[in-house]
T-cell receptor, first 115, second 111 residues
Framework: DTGVSQDPRHKITKRGQNVTFRCDPI?????LYWYRQTLGQGPEFLTY????????KSRLLSDRFSAERPKGSFSTLEIQRTEQGDSAMYLC?????????????FGEGSRLTVL | QQQVKQSPQSLIVQKGGISIINCAYE??????FPWYQQFPGKGPALLIA?????SEKKEGRFTISFNKSAKQFSLHIMDSQPGDSATYFC??????????FGTGTRLKVLA
């Protein structure tokens, strides 16, 4: 399967703990996105990368959130000192940079529950 | 401002009917106008998209209509089927490649 893969699919943690999610994009895609989705809402933009460069980060993100994409391949999203409000589905998507916007390919998401 | 407003929030149609979902945007820099379909427990998947050089695009039972002057685009699902029951999102983008998703429309097609 050459789609976008995310790990873990589900994570339950206690408030105050750190969690890390991993995303492996489609291999030839050099743009990678992180979105957060809560029940009944649309995906909310968090950040995106072109290759290893993080080009934009949402102002809604607190300093507890950090994302990396070393070597322009897989990406990690870390949430430090988790809060109950962080409970959501974290979606990763990738696309190819062809000079114009195109299709986003999403993974199935990593669902976080903070107790 | 990159606000995107989607309507209706929910929609119930009979099998074989037409489903219409609308999306209004403010950013005139947007130049790519997609609709995504999402089933429970899955990530969104591209359904159909349009660029501003055309006013309408049809793919099978799905049609996008684009009105540049009104800053609106809509999704029409003809001959709606129970398998179309899902949540639909518009997600226009342009310039920065940041896709702004609407709040979603939950469609239920009755058999």
């Amino acid at each position: 399967d050459t789609g976008v893969s995310q790990d873990p699919r589900h994570k339950i943690t206690k408030r105050g703990q750190n969690v890390t999610f991993r995303c492996d994009p489609i291999s030839e895609h050099n743009r990678l996105y992180w979105y957060r989705q809560t029940l009944g809402q649309g995906p909310e933009f968090l950040t995106y990368f072109q290759n290893e460069a993080q080009l934009e980060k949402s102002r809604l993100l607190s300093d507890r959130f950090s994302a990396e994409r070393p070597k322009g391949s897989f990406s990690t999203l870390e949430i430090q000192r988790t809060e109950q409000g962080d409970s959501a589905m974290y979606l990763c998507a990738s696309s190819s940079a062809s000079g114009s916007a195109g299709e986003l390919f999403f993974g199935e998401g990593s669902r976080l529950t903070v107790l | 401002q990159q606000q995107v407003k989607q309507s209706p929030q929910s929609l119930i149609v009979q099998k074989g009917g037409i489903s219409i979902i609308n999306c209004a945007y403010e950013n005139t820099a947007f130049d790519y106008f997609p609709w995504y379909q999402q089933f429970p427990g899955k990530g969104p998947a591209l359904l159909i998209a349009i660029r501003p050089d055309v006013s309408e695009k049809k793919e099978g039972r799905f049609t996008i209509s684009f009105n540049k002057s009104a800053k609106q685009f809509s999704l029409h699902i003809m001959d709606s089927q129970p398998g179309d029951s899902a949540t639909y999102f518009c997600a226009p983008t342009g310039g920065t490649y940041k896709y702004i998703f609407g709040t979603g429309t939950r469609l239920k097609v009755l058999a």
